[in-house]
């Protein structure tokens, strides 16, 4: 893609737009894939076999004779298990292959109680909580009263809505900031509750985000107090 784009470079035309398709000319299913991935990691991938989605085409790829014949440009790794090959040894060659280490933070967040894991001790006395501030902690402490059934309990913050610094603000031009906060996109499995039952889902914009840092000599994942596990294991019993 890289090779199509510079040979593209040197054939602009103002007057003349360039349209091109990029691939190898043929296709190869899921299965296929898969049984590549497997024959040349040498692990297993697991998958499911379901029905096709509504509007999935049976098959699907691009004819690159255009660009062949106007640009000379051909694909670097047409055959699809040299392409795997290639983005295989990348992976071996920038992410660390030993053991993991045996520490898990994450394994010790949970969601909601059930009584047979509720070790918490009762409220004694009735007494009034007052909870100042409703940012994340303040509102994963009521929530967790809610759960317990207690109600002798207020939420104060001095703003006009909940969220803290996990809120999002449009400023005078419109634009919509996002103040996020760790536990937000840690995706603690309490906090994930919370947020679940109190905001519907029209309300939720969803994308995958991958921003690991190099540290250590290997890629640790972000927010790193979620994947502090990735470190030297002598240094993850330090830190914990």
Not at 5 to 34: C, F, I, Q, S, W
Request: overall charge negative.
């Amino acid at each position: 893609l890289v090779q199509a784009h510079l040979d593209a470079l040197t054939r602009l035309d103002a007057a003349e737009p360039m349209v091109y398709n990029v691939g190898v000319g043929h296709g190869a299913t899921v299965k296929e894939v898969v049984q590549v991935v497997e024959k040349v990691s040498g692990r297993t991938v697991p998958y499911e076999l379901v029905a096709p989605r509504p509007g999935d085409p049976h098959t699907l790829y691009s004819d690159p004779a255009k660009i062949k014949a106007e640009l000379g440009w051909e694909p670097k790794y047409g055959d699809l298990e040299k392409a795997i090959a290639t983005a295989w040894q990348w992976r071996l060659e920038n992410y660390p292959t030993g053991p993991q280490s045996t520490i898990d933070p994450l394994a010790f967040s949970g969601p909601a109680y059930t009584q047979d894991t509720d070790d918490t001790p009762p409220l004694k006395d009735d007494p009034r909580i007052l909870i100042v501030g409703a940012g994340p902690t303040g509102l994963c402490a009521a929530y967790r009263l809610k759960e317990l059934g207690y109600t002798n309990w207020e939420l104060i913050d001095k703003s006009s809505q909940a969220g803290g610094l996990a809120t999002s603000i449009t400023d005078s031009k419109g634009f919509t900031w996002d103040i996020g906060v760790h536990v937000l996109f840690s995706h603690f499995a309490f906090f994930d509750a919370l947020l679940d039952e109190y905001l519907e889902p029209k309300d939720w914009l969803y994308h995958q985000r991958w921003s690991p840092a190099w540290m250590r000599q290997r890629w640790v994942g972000y927010p790193i107090q979620s994947n502090v596990w990735r470190l030297p294991e002598d240094e993850v019993a330090e830190i914990v």
